[in-house]
């Protein structure tokens, strides 16, 4: 059993989230810059997120990450691969695929993260900070889709275990 092959779509949706958030990153880092108080303010403007209005994102995007960890924590399982996280950064030869993988499974929700983040910016702050826009998007939903799909891949390791079906191995 193999993994499906890319779709066309689902590339441009990793090309687009790849190439937005190098220009936020560098479009936040040519406007503001770094100091001490943009790393402040930075830290404040993500905390007074937690309240207000738009609040059901940070519901919403992890639940979007679980979504998408399902079905590759399941397949992870089912063809033996070790856990993603330490085979992106351990195993060498696994190590592009498995990003790149990664990456394309999570371009949705960045994408998302990022509009809902903007969004949110310009109704409430009534300015645009692009880095914080990213920041939003990595910490609501990159960082839950990996954490989860870590948790799937060894609660179905496990149930492939007790059941006897399911892995390649």
Known sequence: MT???TSAFARLLTSAAIVLSVVLL???AYRYGWSMEIHRRF???IFERLHGPMTFRFYLQPTMALLAAL???IRDARLGHRSFFWSVWWDRNASTGRL???VTSVARIVLLGISMDVIYQ???LDRFYPVEALMMAI???VIPYFVFRWIVE???RWWFARTGTGTAM
């Open 3 to 5: 993994a499906a092959p």
């Open 26 to 28: 560098l479009l936040g």
């Open 43 to 45: 830290w404040v403007d």
């Open 71 to 73: 079905p590759d924590g």
């Open 100 to 102: 790149r993988e990664g």
């Open 122 to 124: 310009f109704k409430v």
């Open 139 to 141: 910490m609501l939903a």
């Open 154 to 156: 060894l609660i179905a």
